[in-house]
């Protein structure tokens, strides 16, 4: 509980009702602590004087958007105040002639793009991280979250022209501020709107952003091919990448994976992979693609081929991006991986998720953005399971990192249960650049009240 005279005051701030406490403070725990309070501020003004107040009566403040991405992240010593976002949820101007967006930190991206749907003629925001309909846009910019889209569009990084934030500063004040724009480069200087990108809210609360759109493509369509080898759909996607074909999206989905997505598949015996290629723009061009895709899947022994259009389409890939929830509900113990590393050795870190889950016995539901070089793996655990192989688990993450960094790739443990946590490093080494990590974050957060802990080096 927080001291009686600090709670009147934020109650003062955001009104009783953008408060919780009490029994409600369990669903916004992050790796099992409890928040002290939780705040749900309806204004950028509002979060500014919520930081002002943490600086001065010393609390530390985790942002909150969807909270899709609240277990990445080493543990916290403490949660003083988890702020929630949800409820700075406008779009601030939507500006079809420069093709760009401004919302604040709070909308979700499933609203993000329903709006931008029914903006004459039409257009997207090319993000689609998993379960976009929770994500919010402020969570996904601090997360750099993405989805199988980067392959065409990019990420973040590419995508966001400006931000305003809360920031924290020397002093030890709180005030906003803003960086870049509309236009790719609008100002001299470094491109602060940048850093904030993948920060995950260690540097200052993100509270709005401006980003690139893009028309609505006239056609889109999605090739599946089953194969009997493992090593046959990462040969169709080599063939794909070579090609002059533009997929938007290459995923390799291991048998596991695959049958939590049977009812879009339609596959009546197990096969060793599934490969699932999009192509979108104009409608002879999707045409084209969808028959030369087909063609190389055959050439490469696919068994069973079909082709998604319209909104069952759609309903497949918002499955996908559902697929590590749907995994680990109702197990409270699993553990998620990312590992990135270069498209050559793809096939490999994939393979060795698998051999290494299935030596070990574990249960592995595992997902590929092919043709970026990502490797997701989703294990299941409950806590007799996770109990019984705690020592493997640590064992097969410590042998993917060392064969992930062999590549010049990384392992990032994106959620675990707090006991894993405290034994393996969730992040791992990132090299020399993490003293000039700290010195920006002394900079922005002198104090080190926003999100401590949790990100890379112990930040």
């Known amino acids: 509980m927080l001291d009686h005279r600090i709670r009147g005051k934020l109650l003062e701030i955001v009104g009783k009702a953008g408060v919780r406490e009490g029994q409600a403070l369990r669903r916004h725990a992050i790796d099992g602590f409890l928040p002290r309070l939780?705040?749900?501020?309806?204004?950028?003004e509002e979060v500014g004087k919520i930081v002002v107040l943490a600086l001065d009566e010393g609390l530390t403040i985790f942002p909150w958007g969807g909270g899709t991405q609240m277990g990445l992240g080493a543990p916290p010593r403490q949660v003083d105040l988890v702020v929630c976002l949800g409820r700075l949820d406008r779009i601030l101007d939507q500006d079809p002639e420069?093709?760009?967006?401004?919302?604040?930190?709070?909308?979700?991206?499933?609203?993000?793009?329903?709006?931008?749907r029914r903006m004459a003629p039409g257009f997207f925001f090319p993000l689609d991280p998993p379960c976009i309909e929770e994500v919010t846009l402020g969570g996904a910019v601090a997360a750099n979250a993405s989805g199988p889209s980067r392959l065409r569009y990019g990420t973040l990084r590419d995508m966001v022209l400006g931000t305003g934030v809360e920031i924290l500063g020397v002093k030890g004040t709180g005030r906003?501020?803003?960086?870049?724009?509309?236009?790719?480069?609008?100002?001299?200087?470094?491109?602060?709107?940048?850093?904030?990108?993948?920060?995950?809210?260690?540097?200052?609360?993100?509270?709005?952003?401006?980003c690139r759109i893009l028309p609505l493509p006239e056609e889109r369509a999605?090739?599946?091919?089953?194969?009997?080898?493992?090593?046959?759909?990462?040969?169709?996607?080599q063939a794909v990448l070579e090609s002059q074909l533009i997929p938007s999206c290459i995923e390799v989905l291991n048998p596991q994976a695959a049958l939590l997505l049977s009812p879009y598949l339609k596959s009546q015996t197990r096969?060793?992979?599934?490969?699932?290629?999009?192509?979108?723009?104009?409608?002879?061009?999707?045409?084209?693609?969808?028959?030369?895709?087909?063609?190389?899947?055959?050439?490469?022994?696919?068994?069973?081929?079909?082709?998604?259009?319209g909104p069952k389409e759609v309903e497949f890939w918002r499955a996908l991006g559902r697929l590590g929830p749907k995994v680990c509900k109702g197990n409270a113990q699993s553990i998620g991986l990312k590992?990135?590393?270069?498209?050559?050795?793809?096939?490999?870190?994939?393979?060795?998720?698998?051999?290494?889950a299935q030596k070990g016995s574990l249960p592995c539901y595992q997902l590929s953005h092919a043709g970026s070089g990502i490797v997701y793996a989703h294990m299941p655990l409950d806590e007799g399971l996770y109990s019984a192989k705690e020592q493997t688990l640590i064992q097969v993450v410590k042998a993917l990192r060392e064969k992930a960094e062999e590549t010049d790739g990384s392992l990032v443990v994106e959620y675990a249960p707090l006991v894993f946590k405290k034994k393996v490093d969730?992040?791992?080494?990132v090299g020399g650049v993490l003293p000039i990590m700290k010195r920006l974050k002394e900079e922005f957060d002198p104090r080190n009240i926003l999100n401590p802990d949790r990100y890379v080096g112990g930040i």
């Open 38 to 44: 939780v705040l749900f501020p309806n204004t950028p």
């Open 98 to 116: 420069n093709m760009t967006v401004t919302a604040e930190a709070g909308v979700r991206l499933g609203a993000l793009e329903e709006s931008l």
């Open 176 to 210: 906003k501020t803003h960086a870049g724009g509309k236009t790719v480069k609008n100002v001299s200087g470094y491109d602060m709107s940048k850093l904030y990108i993948g920060s995950l809210g260690t540097l200052a609360i993100i509270e709005e952003v401006t």
């Open 222 to 237: 999605t090739v599946l091919a089953r194969f009997r080898e493992t090593h046959s759909p990462w040969a169709c996607v």
């Open 271 to 309: 096969a060793r992979a599934w490969s699932a290629v999009r192509i979108e723009g104009i409608r002879e061009a999707v045409e084209h693609q969808v028959v030369e895709i087909q063609r190389m899947a055959r050439s490469e022994g696919a068994e069973q081929i079909s082709v998604l259009r």
């Open 339 to 356: 590992l990135s590393v270069p498209l050559s050795a793809s096939h490999e870190i994939s393979t060795s998720i698998d051999d290494r």
């Open 426 to 429: 969730v992040w791992g080494e």
